[in-house]
């Protein structure tokens, strides 16, 4: 790979970051001008790429419960909105097959389904990138949205195994058994590996030989093979740990992705013209999402915030479409006019993500029109009942600030968390604790609809991901809340937006710890030091 690549890739990254785009479009428009230029992708960007790919599908498997994907409607939901999706595109396209545009010569039904098929799939690493980014991965609408993205995976799986005509070998049969029997060998390393860089080479060791390269010697596809190991091993205790550890090395991996998207060859003005209104069609994909997961009693924010998540085209939708090319099912030209409208559906879609919350605010009279009367048990609001302090995000800080408030004021002080796991595993040990989001509107509007109806006089932001807080404060200060508030802050742009926003008490993270872990060591040790 040229350095000049690497530059280019950081310097337009970095622009779309500033103008607060996600830097993959970055990554993606650089791709498109390298291209223009005359590069050529290579093996090593293809190497790159597979390697980020096979890591995010491992780290997913890793932060993923089987049960997750046995819930009605993510395996019921992700079905029937691929079909849906599949048909509506391939009536569009059969539709503009009767235009003058010469990529539809001798256009048919079938590969209209083809095509239709490919851009059925949403994208698996932009949603965990965005997810990521705004830390509600393990939110209910990240967990249905993974769930949703694993099964259209299963499906690409399928796709690829019937139509590049590659089955299996009948050692594939003994997968299962293997994977019972070394699974406790596995884990059982993962106790003894201790941290660090030899962490972070087992979990290559696992991603790429266990899974990867062990699924492919009998036939299957590699990456489903890390996703396969990230599961089995996903309720270790180390586990998270791990996945943190990778999280860089996918993301350097993930740009030669992106950047093979845009090698893949400069469009034409019908080429173009044509991904434009592909890209515009997500409108309906974003639809079709809402209505058919509003069906499945999912509320309507965390449909539309589901929706939102999956509104692209995806990497397996090129991938469907390159073994169509391959096979001579569908012309070549098409890879090149999905892949600008994958890339376009990126662009379109981060704005959309980046103010999600907002847009269901100034939304939700019309959207809660189609929610159903019953809803899911993990996707409702909660009666906080007569809690006086509210602490919401139980991680390592928040449970921390739980338990000393609970020494003093005990059942007083409610903790809050959108994490289902979280919640359930801290009321085992007894906590006084509930599933709900801090940036859901309506539980704030709920919970201070009027000044008489609760004792909450402390809300306690305590939540890793600077923009929930903001958002939380924002829709707080909008009630008749006349209590206090307090949040955290990471870096000093961030203290002093709460403090513009008048928050009653900013807690500096680090120069807080730094002031905290000093008194300890006074307290703890007597270092023979006098005051001055």
């Known amino acids: 790979m040229d350095p000049v690549w690497l530059a280019i890739a950081f310097a337009l990254g970095l622009l779309v970051k500033l103008i607060g785009l996600p830097p993959l479009v970055g990554y993606?428009?650089?791709?498109?001008?390298?291209?223009y230029f005359g590069a050529e992708s290579d093996d090593l960007i293809r190497t790159i790429s597979d390697m980020g790919i096979t890591l995010l599908l491992f780290t997913i498997g890793l932060k993923l419960r089987i049960k997750d994907l046995l819930h009605k409607e993510v395996w019921g939901g992700a079905s029937i909105h691929m079909l849906l999706v599949t048909l509506l595109?391939?009536?569009?396209?059969?539709?503009?097959?009767?235009t003058s545009l010469h990529i539809f010569t001798d256009f048919t039904w079938q590969q209209a389904l083809i095509i239709g098929f490919a851009l059925s799939f949403s994208s698996t690493i932009y949603a965990v990138k965005i997810l990521e980014e705004k830390s509600e991965l393990k939110s209910a609408y990240g967990v249905l949205s993974i769930g949703i993205l694993i099964i259209q995976d299963i499906f690409a799986v399928f796709y690829i195994v019937l139509v590049a005509g590659k089955l299996p070998t009948i050692w594939a049969i003994g997968l299962p058994v293997l994977f019972v029997i070394i699974r406790p060998v596995l884990l059982l390393i993962l106790d003894k590996i201790g941290h660090g860089e030899i962490l972070v080479l087992y979990g290559f060791f696992l991603a790429f030989v266990v899974g990867a390269e062990l699924f492919t010697v009998v036939g299957l596809k590699a990456d489903l093979g890390a996703l396969v190991v990230g599961i089995l091993i996903s309720n270790h205790k180390k586990a998270?740990?791990?996945?943190?550890?990778?999280m860089n090395f996918k993301d350097i991996f993930l740009i030669g992705f992106f950047l093979s998207i845009g090698l893949i060859g400069l469009p034409s003005l019908q080429m173009l013209t044509l991904a434009i209104v592909l890209a515009l069609a997500i409108n309906f994909k974003v639809i079709l999402y809402f209505w058919v997961l509003t069906r499945f009693r999912v509320r309507a924010r965390t449909s539309l915030f589901t929706s939102l998540t999956l509104a692209n085209f995806s990497e397996f939708g090129l991938i469907v479409a390159s073994i169509a090319v391959a096979k001579g099912l569908i012309p070549s030209d098409w890879l090149v006019s999905i892949a600008?409208?994958?890339a376009t559906t990126f662009i379109i879609s981060s704005p959309l993500n980046a103010k999600a919350h907002k847009i269901y605010y100034s939304l939700k009279?019309?959207?809660?029109?189609?929610?159903?009367?019953?809803?899911?048990?993990?996707?409702?609001?909660?009666?906080?009942?007569?809690?006086e302090i509210l602490?919401?995000?139980?991680?390592?800080?928040?449970?921390?600030?739980?338990?000393?408030?609970?020494?003093?004021?005990?059942?007083?002080?409610?903790?809050?968390?959108?994490?289902?796991?979280?919640?359930?595993?801290?009321?085992?040990?007894?906590?006084?604790i509930q599933q709900d989001d801090a940036t859901d509107s309506e539980f704030w509007e709920n919970i201070f609809e009027k000044p008489d109806s609760h004792k909450v006089r402390l809300v306690m932001l305590c939540m890793n991901d600077h923009k929930s807080n903001i958002f939380a404060v924002e829709r707080l200060k909008a009630t008749s809340f006349k209590g206090n508030i307090a949040a955290i802050a990471r870096f000093d742009d961030e203290r002093k937006q709460l403090e513009k926003m008048n928050v009653d008490a900013v807690y500096d993270i680090y120069s807080e710890a730094g002031y905290g872990f000093a008194n300890h060591v006074c307290h703890q040790i007597d270092i023979g030091c006098t005051a001055s």
């Open 365 to 387: 009279d019309h959207l809660r029109k189609f929610e159903t009367q019953k809803r899911l048990i993990y996707d409702k609001a909660f009666d906080i009942g007569n809690a």
């Open 28 to 35: 993606l428009i650089a791709g498109f001008t390298l291209k």
């Open 240 to 246: 998270k740990e791990l996945a943190d550890s990778l």
């Open 340 to 342: 600008i409208a994958v």
């Open 391 to 432: 602490v919401f995000g139980m991680g390592k800080l928040g449970l921390s600030v739980y338990d000393q408030l609970n020494k003093t004021y005990g059942r007083k002080v409610l903790g809050l968390d959108y994490n289902y796991d979280v919640v359930q595993q801290l009321k085992k040990d007894g906590k006084n």
């Open 89 to 98: 595109m391939a009536l569009i396209l059969f539709g503009l097959s009767y």
